[in-house]
């Protein structure tokens, strides 16, 4: 297809939320960097998202994307279709519109990193020569950080914070359990992805246990002492599900210090035993693990870089989005990977045009579902201040606390149209 | 004071040479001073100020907390037991000592 900047802009328009960097882009970086290779790893909000958009800014640039999975299985919804709302399929995207795109995408893991050499080297042995790399790795966890937590004891007490047979696993165990159990959740302080996740999961485990299982109830130990639309939640908690769910903060020795997956236990800090009938653990995390091989992560073990391009302060050439970087106050969402992404494959042409980036402005809103027909959102819109990202002052929010029925109702259904919108954006599928 | 402190030891009978671990949690509001009310004024600082563990005559940890620690502060440390004694524990703030606690090691 030939491209021409009308369908261009058109392409861009379509799009949702951020990117807003990329109108400004001259025609004629196209002809300047229709010689480079650009490797994207990762087919995520972040990755997919990335490659998609340097498409589309760039109709000649050579592309691939590393990806491991034929499919691609979104955090965001997983809490819905454990709540029996959604269908493993319609949370599962493909690749073919990448490849209709000319993008090559290979389904192998990649395996080292030369940041120097600008080599990715898969795990079929292939080596990749990059001019820019995308790397949108994800996150993986801290095994044993937190004590007795390693990965036999997932199999046993899932975290299911990576959607995939994890989450499949907790599915399966919230069937088996009989009426009258107790669903049990740690939950992690510190930086993790999707932090209204823990709350969002509770409310459709909730929603599930109402409708089938009424009896059992929902422990929340928590080693924080306060959480992501807390007012809301704990609103539409009572609304909806009475006193099935209990959260006790860190202030209330929420905070666990050690699992025993086999008795499907926990003990808190200050030695109080919670038994399980399931057991969810929301672990302490780093930056996927392809990030430290590539050198960009720091002591913290969350890559750094800079804001108004997305590229490692560590690496140069190397672009990483999405949960694995440090862009606080931007949470790690889906949304502002897919946003950091697009800012990412703009600085990329702009770079390799020898131009300088356009400023970069990103949008985020999480949706959270607490029951079938009531959502509550927090949004936020974020910009590189020169030195830092921040959040623009004034802008986003949080939904309204004395909202009626109807309001919740209708943004149950905007987190639906959110899903379908960022679907088709970053994967063009639905 | 509204809440005890929170103490847990990993063993009040250790054998001599035996790593202790110790958690401690104390409520307290922990105002950097660096925020402004709605009105524009600063909310006065109100920040715990040291915590120091003892047995008997023997320093375990003295602590500085400053303003970028979180509400309710929560301190976990080891030591190792190499004679019985009376662990003691004291949080202060501006206005001097917060709570004190006291666990009695007894090596077994």
Redesign the interface.
């Known amino acids: 297809m030939k491209t021409t900047r009308r369908t261009l802009l058109g392409g861009i328009g379509a799009g949702i939320g951020a990117g807003v960097v990329s109108l400004g882009l001259p025609g004629l970086v196209r002809a300047q960097n229709a010689s480079a290779h650009v490797v994207v790893v990762g087919g995520g909000f972040g990755g997919a998202t990335a490659a998609r958009y340097l498409r589309r800014y760039s109709p000649d640039l050579k592309i691939t994307l590393i990806e491991p999975s034929e499919t691609f299985v979104t955090c965001p919804f997983s809490n819905l279709y454990l709540g029996g709302l959604r269908s493993w399929d319609s949370i599962t995207h493909s690749y073919a519109a990448h490849r209709g795109a000319g993008i090559e995408v290979i389904h192998a893991s990649a395996e080292q990193i030369d940041g120097a050499a600008r080599k990715v080297t898969l795990s079929d042995g292939t080596a990749l020569e990059y001019d820019r790399l995308v790397l949108s790795p994800g996150i993986d966890i801290r095994w044993g950080a937190l004590e007795g937590y390693d990965e036999p004891a997932a199999e046993l007490a899932p975290h299911a914070w990576k959607a995939g047979p994890q989450t499949q696993l907790l599915k399966s165990q919230l069937e088996a359990m009989a009426d009258g159990g107790t669903f049990v959740m740690s939950i992690t302080d510190g930086a993790f992805r999707c932090p209204p996740g823990p709350y969002e999961r509770a409310s459709m485990v909730a929603h599930y246990l109402k409708t089938n299982k009424p009896k059992s109830k929902i422990l929340l130990l928590d080693s924080k002492?306060t959480f992501s639309k807390q007012g809301l939640f704990k609103q539409g908690w009572e609304a909806l599900y009475g006193d099935m769910i209990e959260w006790i903060s860190?202030?209330n020795?929420g905070?666990v210090?050690k699992v025993d997956a086999s008795a499907l236990s926990v003990e808190t800090?200050?030695?109080v035993t919670h038994k399980a009938d399931v057991l969810n653990v929301v672990p302490p995390q780093k930056a996927g693990w392809i990030a430290d091989r590539a050198g960009v992560t720091n002591e913290t073990g969350w890559v750094p870089v800079k804001g108004n391009t997305f590229e490692s302060v560590q690496v140069p050439g190397i672009y990483v989005v999405g949960d694995a970087t440090i862009a606080a106050p931007m949470p790690k969402s889906g949304f502002c990977a897919n946003a950091q992404g697009k800012v990412a494959a703009a600085a990329i042409i702009a770079d390799l045009a020898g131009a300088e980036p356009a400023p970069a402005s990103f949008v985020n809103t999480c949706y959270s579902l607490v029951g079938p027909e009531w959502g509550i959102s927090v949004a936020g819109v974020y910009y590189f201040d020169g030195e830092k990202l921040a959040e623009r002052e004034g802008s986003g929010g949080v939904s309204p606390i004395e909202a009626d029925a109807a309001f919740r109702q209708a943004e149950a259904v905007y987190g639906a149209g959110w899903y379908a919108s960022i679907s088709a954006d970053t994967w063009g599928t639905v | 004071m509204a809440n005890p402190p929170?103490?847990?030891l990993s063993s009040e009978t250790p054998a001599a040479g035996e790593i202790v671990r110790v958690?401690a949690?104390v409520?307290h509001i922990m105002e950097s001073g660096l925020r402004l009310d709605a009105a524009g004024n600063a909310i006065p600082r109100d920040t715990l100020e040291r915590f120091s563990a003892t047995l008997g005559d023997d320093v375990i940890l003295d602590w500085f907390p400053e303003t970028a620690i979180?509400?309710?502060p929560?301190i976990?440390f080891t030591f190792k037991a190499r004679e019985s004694g009376v662990l003691k524990m004291i949080w202060s703030d501006q206005n001097g000592v917060l709570a004190e606690a006291e666990r009695a090691i007894t090596l077994s």
Do not use: L, M, P, T
């Open positions: 002492e860190a202030d020795d905070k210090a800090a200050f030695g | 929170r103490i847990w958690r949690q409520v979180s509400q309710n929560y976990e």
